[in-house]
């Protein structure tokens, strides 16, 4: 079951870039809401303190958001957001509505577990590469994962973990995936560094010359 996020937003009359001005100077963030069918898109204005926080979340930018207004809630997800170039300051927001009936295509963040606990993770000199932190899912609203864990416990060096591999909620599928086999990319690549692995095939170089000098003393 997805979990919500309540934001609390009132209706903005008057639009424009001297109005959004006004409304920034006074800490609060112009946004829109558009999307559901023949509904009309709506200006709205948020509190700056409320978005700040809740931009610090993994979740405001992947999970259904419920936006408050006067009672009334739309379920919505975010879909752009202007930041200031170098002061902590959003600028803008767009959100998308949503309906519960309709399938939706969401990019959620990756978590990565046991790692260190991993074959791989306990090899000296090994690397384990992220080679992806979120992937693009479809599913219907009810269904959306604020994530997708990826359990590394079993991970050895030379191992590859493609998106296939994945472990998904019920309910939700790659979009990647349904482009075809080529698609299959990987996630995870775990293999030894470049000095440990010349290390390597140096004993293994070292021990084969000395197997093959002992066939020839035979």
Not at 46 to 52: G, N, R, S
């Amino acid at each position: 079951m997805a979990k919500t996020h309540q934001l609390a937003v009132t209706l903005r009359k008057d639009e424009g870039k001297g109005a959004s001005r006004r409304l920034r100077r006074a800490g609060s963030v112009p946004a829109i809401v558009y999307g559901g069918g023949k509904l009309d898109p709506v200006s709205i204005q948020i509190a700056h303190k409320d978005v700040y926080m809740a931009s610090q979340n993994e979740w405001f930018y992947s999970a259904i958001l419920d936006l408050s207004l006067g009672g009334d809630v739309q379920k919505v997800l975010l879909r752009d957001m202007q930041r200031h170039p170098f002061k902590q300051q959003i600028l803008h927001l767009d959100f998308l509505r949503i309906n519960e009936d309709e399938a939706i295509r969401v990019r959620v963040p990756l978590h990565f577990i046991n790692q260190e606990s991993s074959p791989a993770g306990k090899t000296g000199g090994a690397i384990i590469m992220h080679e992806m932190t979120e992937v693009e899912i479809s599913c219907l609203p009810k269904d959306l994962p604020e994530f997708i864990e990826v359990d590394l416990a079993e991970l050895k060096v030379d191992d590859i973990i493609h998106l296939s591999g994945l472990k998904l909620p019920k309910g939700t599928e790659i979009v990647e995936l349904k482009l075809g086999k080529e698609h299959d990319i990987a996630v995870v690549i775990a293999k030894l560094g470049r000095v440990e692995a010349e290390a390597t095939e140096a004993v293994e170089g070292t021990a084969a010359a000395g197997e093959k000098k002992a066939d020839g003393d035979k």
